[in-house]
T-cell receptor, first 109, second 115 residues
Framework: GIQVEQSPPDLILQEGANSTLRCNFS?????LQWFHQNPWGQLINLFY???GTKQNGRLSATTVATERYSLLYISSSQTTDSGVYFC???????????FGKGTKLTVNP | DAGVIQSPRHEVTEMGQEVTLRCKPI?????LFWYRQTMMRGLELLIY????????DSGMPEDRFSAKMPNASFSTLKIQPSEPRDSAVYFC?????????????FGAGSRLTVL
């Protein structure tokens, strides 16, 4: 099946810093989503981005489908950004969304 | 919209007992997914339904696990008999499939502890 690799596995930042999270996938996809799992365990959809670039406030994401990777940018990080960020992908012909292992982000005040 | 609703939020049971987890998807969504999250294995898809029909149950660990979706607004995941290794957070998610766009929305999860 399709493989999803996220890097780095752990990231520690000071409040106000910027960061880039990466997601590589092993096959062509027609669906890619970024999720944030907050410290209470809730999984929140951040972006649906099978290709191109989107922005939502301090967060933005870019997917280069032809090169099989996606990037999540967090600018001016805040302590509330802490948690685990997951990338999930889906191949054509299947509804199955496959998750990476996540990047655990800790933003210190 | 109330989102995807799961119950119970927490369940503690003893080995050998039956466990039933419940999910109400977002109204109008036609796909429903059950995921399990553990530290060791991350987020794993157990089973998904499309228009109330089970499509792929290859992630269901073994015969002790079963899932049903009797109608578009309700699904259950049952574990009988439960074992300590079943301890995990079980998430239900739903989506509306349309022209490839399939944005998954998760419930808050059910944390299961089997003693």
């Amino acid at each position: 099946g399709i493989q999803v690799e996220q890097s780095p596995p752990d990231l520690i930042l000071q409040e106000g810093a910027n960061s880039t999270l990466r997601c590589n996938f092993s096959d062509s996809v027609n669906n890619l989503q970024w999720f944030h799992q907050n410290p209470w365990g809730q999984l929140i959809n951040l972006f649906y981005i099978p290709s191109g670039t989107k922005q939502n406030g301090r967060l933005s994401a870019t997917t280069v489908a032809t090169e099989r990777y996606s990037l999540l940018y967090i600018s001016s990080s805040q302590t509330t950004d802490s948690g685990v960020y997951f990338c999930a992908v889906r191949r054509g012909g299947s509804e199955k969304l496959v998750f990476g292992k996540g990047t655990k982000l800790t933003v210190n005040p | 919209d109330a989102g995807v609703i799961q119950s119970p939020r927490h369940e503690v049971t003893e080995m050998g007992q039956e466990v039933t987890l419940r999910c109400k998807p977002i109204s109008g969504h036609n796909s429903l997914f059950w995921y399990r999250q553990t530290m060791m294995r991350g987020l794993e898809l157990l089973i998904y339904f499309n228009n109330n029909v089970p499509i792929d149950d290859s992630g269901m660990p073994e015969d002790r696990f079963s899932a049903k979706m009797p109608n578009a607004s309700f699904s259950t995941l049952k574990i009988q008999p439960s074992e300590p290794r079943d301890s995990a957070v079980y998430f239900c998610a739903s989506s509306y499939s349309k022209s490839g766009a399939n944005v998954l929305t998760f419930g808050a999860g059910s944390r299961l502890t089997v003693l």
